[in-house]
């Protein structure tokens, strides 16, 4: 079985610009959320989708925005880049049955604002 | 609120000696407590889970877990460590009070197995 994969691995983006990326959740888990990795804040949890949904959402800013489509593929978004949005975004899904479900991550998409 | 400490930034130990890593935990409610592994320009690794039963769960690569409901610890543990375990270390726990999937990790440990 396919792992989560994400699109793109490393992207470079100026000040102000918007990125999107993109996540593709193991076959069958309908749970997709997403996470930022930074050396000084460590794993922040920034939102989760399921069934096309946000269900639960981190401490971040407007500016950061997700969705999920109907094959549970899920997009995040970022507009007005700031240089401290440099990070690793992880993306990881679950079977979502309840707590005791484990989630898969990502490789990460390495994103470094400039 | 559900949170895990990770008292250690680092961990060195010996190739064929026994490695532990350190985590406590404070949490309301039943604890559901995770580990993960990262490997350099790798996502994170699950590596094990303590949801009920058994206080020493067994995992991927050889790796187990100790929960101890008194002390509020979850350590995780490798009889003989490998150079090749050398990574970046994560406790999580799943936050039960917003509900559904969100994990709280800790700040990792760094662990270095040297030959």
């Known amino acids: 079985k396919a792992g989560v994969t994400q699109t793109p691995r490393y992207l470079i983006k100026t000040r102000g610009q918007q990125v999107t990326l993109s996540c593709s959740p193991i076959?069958?888990?309908?749970?997709v959320s997403w996470y930022q990795q930074t050396p000084g804040q460590g794993l922040q949890f920034l939102f989760e989708?399921?069934?096309?949904?946000?269900?639960n959402k981190g401490n971040f800013p407007g500016r950061f925005s997700g969705r999920q489509f109907s094959n549970s593929r899920s997009e995040m978004n970022v507009s007005t880049l700031e240089l401290g949005d440099s990070a690793l975004y992880l993306c990881?899904?679950?079977?979502?049955?309840?707590?005791?479900?484990?989630?898969?991550f990502g490789p990460g998409t390495r994103l470094t604002v400039t | 609120a559900q949170s895990v400490a990770q008292p250690e930034d680092q961990v060195n130990v010996a190739e064929g000696n026994p490695l532990t890593v350190k985590c406590t935990y404070s949490?309301?409610?039943?604890?559901?407590l995770f580990w993960y592994v990262q490997y350099p320009n790798r996502g994170l690794q699950f590596l094990l889970k303590y949801i009920t039963g058994d206080n020493l769960v067994k995992g991927s690569y050889g790796f187990e877990a100790e929960f101890n409901k008194s002390q509020t610890s979850f350590h995780l543990k490798k009889p003989s460590a490998l150079v090749s375990d050398s990574a970046l270390y994560f406790c999580?726990?799943?936050?039960?009070?917003?509900?559904?999937?969100?994990?709280?990790f800790g700040t990792g440990t760094r662990l270095l197995v040297s030959p």
């Open positions: 076959s069958g888990h309908r749970s």
């Open positions: 949490v309301s409610g039943n604890p559901y």
């Open positions: 990881a899904s679950g079977l979502a049955g309840g707590p005791s479900y484990e989630q898969y």
């Open positions: 999580a726990v799943r936050d039960i009070n917003t509900g559904f999937q969100k994990l709280v």
């Open positions: 989708y399921f069934s096309e949904t946000q269900r």
